[in-house]
């Protein structure tokens, strides 16, 4: 399969399609006694990889599924395929290049294909992997894509980001500097901590429109 992933541009259905068939796999190979409908849609989920130019490797999953063990460190992985409005005036004051703007308990983020394909190829190896994710939601809107990531310690957060973070005050972060830098280095982080108290949510959302790249 080829190491390649999605332009932002296509995403609405594929990556739709992809999430459901990975939250698919995970709750299938999580029942022992479904081994058969397991293997049948393991062939199907590597026919859409394939298909979609997607690499498993890419997100960390092939390891657990040749030997058969999917942790039970992700309580739900939730996708919702709907469209919603999205009002103009949500996103009047957008910039044209990657930055953050706090809008109630969400993380806006100019569109970044660079950043967006990084984001997706690590974000199901982070909720197999760590235990410090424990939901995710995958939105399609209107005009943009949200993904939801619900952890389950603000401290973990603050020990990745370290001095990047501005300040979190009533479960909502404020990013001050490098947000690019500062998500990508915390995709990477291990957070072995399996407490589960305290959670909260981060949202990112895309702008899938935009020309802008940033």
């Known amino acids: 399969m080829k190491n390649k ?21 995970l709750q299938l190979l999580e029942s022992k ?28 999953l092939l390891s657990n599924i040749e030997s058969g063990r999917i942790q039970k460190k992700v309580n739900e992985i939730c996708v919702y395929d709907e469209l919603r409005f999205v009002k103009d005036t949500h996103f009047s004051e957008f910039p044209n290049n990657i930055e953050v703007i706090k809008n109630e308990d969400e993380i806006i983020l100019h569109n ?36 939801s990531f619900y952890f389950n310690k603000i401290s973990y957060l603050k020990e990745c ?34 407490e589960t108290d305290n959670a909260f949510i981060l949202k990112i959302i895309f702008n899938s429109n935009s020309s802008e790249t940033g």
């Open 33 to 60: 006694d479904n081994l058969s409908t397991s293997n049948e849609y393991l062939r199907y989920v590597f026919d859409s990889l394939e298909k979609l130019q997607l690499s498993i490797e890419d997100i960390s």
């Open 161 to 194: 980001f370290d001095y990047k973070i501005d300040k979190v005050e009533n479960r909502i972060l404020f990013l001050k500097v490098s947000v690019i830098e500062s998500l990508v280095d915390f995709l990477n982080a291990h957070i072995e901590s399996k």
């Open 5 to 25: 992933f999605l332009p932002v541009s296509i995403i609405s259905h594929e990556l739709l399609n992809y999430i459901c068939s990975i939250s698919g796999l």
């Open 112 to 147: 970044d294909e660079k950043f967006f394909n990084e984001l997706i190829k690590r974000v199901f190896s982070l909720a197999v992997n760590n235990s410090s994710i424990v939901k995710v939601h995958v939105e399609q809107l209107k005009d943009y894509v949200k993904i």
